[in-house]
């Protein structure tokens, strides 16, 4: 693997191009072994660990635990580790019952105040480690970033935001959502599938495939996604270091 400043190290073999790559952004390593389990352990390892902050390691599952096996010998274990299924969309949502006078909108600006508890709430139940304390200005950037630069979507009944969703990654041809919230009384009535399903929809109209990570544990959101369309496509597994 060669080194390319601090960030990447890409493997190369016989001037055949990139075979597998190991990336390294806002504390977190993301493993790209291409499905390879014979990676060698990179030479460099130990020299770069010295220079850059870590604090995950997150990818597919089988390629995560081969990167933790090559940091155990520099004294890097896991404090946690949370599993997700990858899951997918390529067509057509199937339509789902909401609960009458439940209305969706685009987020908007003049929304932050009546959508930060929501977003908080979902920070701390889905996204901080355990143990984490949830900083509120940083979420508060979270929710701003999520409104200007990604698309958010919002449910609403009676007035009031009960629900939201939003994408948090965009390629050529796919987007992943995520940021899937809805407050604990309106659980259980089809807020969350109705979401899903209208946002994937019109990602879909726009010739966008549609991608996302669920807890595996997340028995309720699990259904609601399949009840969506959506099927499980690989393992996938953050470590906190």
């Not at 016989?14 to 990179?42: C, E, Q, R, W, Y």
Request: hydrophobic share 45%.
């Amino acid at each position: 693997m060669n080194f390319i400043k601090d960030h990447a190290w890409v493997l190369t073999s016989g001037g055949t191009g990139a075979s597998a790559m190991l990336l390294h952004s806002k504390g977190a390593l993301f493993p790209v072994f291409n499905g390879k389990m014979d990676i060698p352990p990179p030479f460099f390892l130990e020299r770069a660990l010295k220079n850059i902050t870590l604090y995950s390691l997150q990818g597919l599952t089988e390629e995560v635990k081969l990167l933790e096996a090559m940091l155990q010998p520099f004294g890097i274990h896991a404090r946690e580790n949370v599993n997700f299924k990858l899951m997918t969309l390529e067509e057509g949502p199937a339509s789902v019952k909401v609960p009458a006078g439940l209305s969706f909108r685009f987020a908007a600006k003049n929304d932050m105040t009546e959508l930060l508890p929501l977003q908080a709430a979902y920070e701390e139940e889905e996204v901080l480690p355990t143990g984490a304390i949830l900083d509120i200005r940083v979420c508060r950037c979270n929710l701003e970033r999520i409104i200007t630069k990604e698309r958010a979507l919002v449910a609403v009944l009676g007035g009031r935001i009960v629900g939201k969703i939003n994408t948090n990654a965009k390629s050529y041809s796919r987007c992943q959502i995520g940021g899937v919230y809805v407050l604990p009384e309106h659980r259980g009535k089809g807020v969350a599938s109705g979401l899903t399903s209208v946002f994937s929809r019109l990602l879909l109209s726009e010739n966008k495939g549609v991608n996302l990570f669920v807890n595996v544990n997340n028995a309720a959101a699990r259904k609601a996604y399949r009840r969506c369309g959506f099927h499980d496509l690989s393992d996938y597994k953050i470590v906190y270091i």
